[in-house]
C-alpha cells in the first residue's frame, strides 16, 4: 500500500497541474472575450502550425468534438476576433484551411509565455534519463485520456 500512496501523490500532483493549467487558460480566454473551446482551437491550430500540418475548419471541429455547424461558428468567431484566417488551399481551390494569425501567437506567448519559461527552465535540471521519464509518463497520461472516451 506504501507504494500506491507514492504514486497517488504523483497523480494528485497532476490533477493540481491540470486543474491550474485550466483556470490559467480560462483566465486568458475571459481577458480575451473568448470561450474556452476558442483557447482549445487555436491551441490545435499552433500545434498544427508547429507540426506542418493543414488545418480545416471540420477537421478542427472533430479535433475538438463539434459537428459541422459549431466548428464553423467557432471559426467565424475566431475570424471577426482577428486571430485565424481561412486561405484556400493552394492544390486544391475547393478546400478551404485555417490558420492562426501571428496576433494569435502573440496574444499566446504573453499568457503562456512566462509559464513555458519556467517549465523548460524546470526540465534543464534533468538528466536525459529523467527526461525520458518524464516524457513516457507524460506520454502514458496523454494516451490514457485519449482512449477514455
Do not use: K, Q
Amino acid at each position: 500500500m506504501e507504494g500506491d500512496a507514492r504514486e497517488m501523490e504523483i497523480v494528485h500532483l497532476l490533477r493540481e497541474v491540470a486543474v491550474e493549467l485550466g483556470l490559467h487558460s480560462a483566465r486568458f480566454a475571459n481577458r480575451n472575450g473568448m470561450h474556452p473551446t476558442d483557447v482549445r482551437a487555436l491551441i490545435a491550430l499552433m500545434e498544427a502550425r508547429r507540426a506542418g500540418t493543414e488545418m480545416t475548419s471540420g477537421r478542427l471541429g472533430t479535433l475538438l468534438g463539434l459537428n459541422s455547424a459549431g466548428a464553423t461558428a467557432l471559426t467565424d468567431r475566431l475570424e471577426r476576433l482577428g486571430l485565424v484566417r481561412r486561405v484556400r488551399d493552394t492544390r486544391d481551390r475547393r478546400r478551404v484551411l485555417v490558420e492562426v494569425d501571428e496576433r494569435a501567437v502573440e496574444l499566446g506567448w504573453d499568457a503562456f509565455g512566462p509559464l513555458i519559461g519556467r517549465a523548460v527552465e524546470l526540465l534543464r535540471g534533468y538528466d536525459e534519463r529523467e527526461l525520458a521519464a518524464v516524457r513516457g509518463f507524460l506520454n502514458g497520461v496523454r494516451d490514457a485520456a485519449t482512449e477514455a472516451h
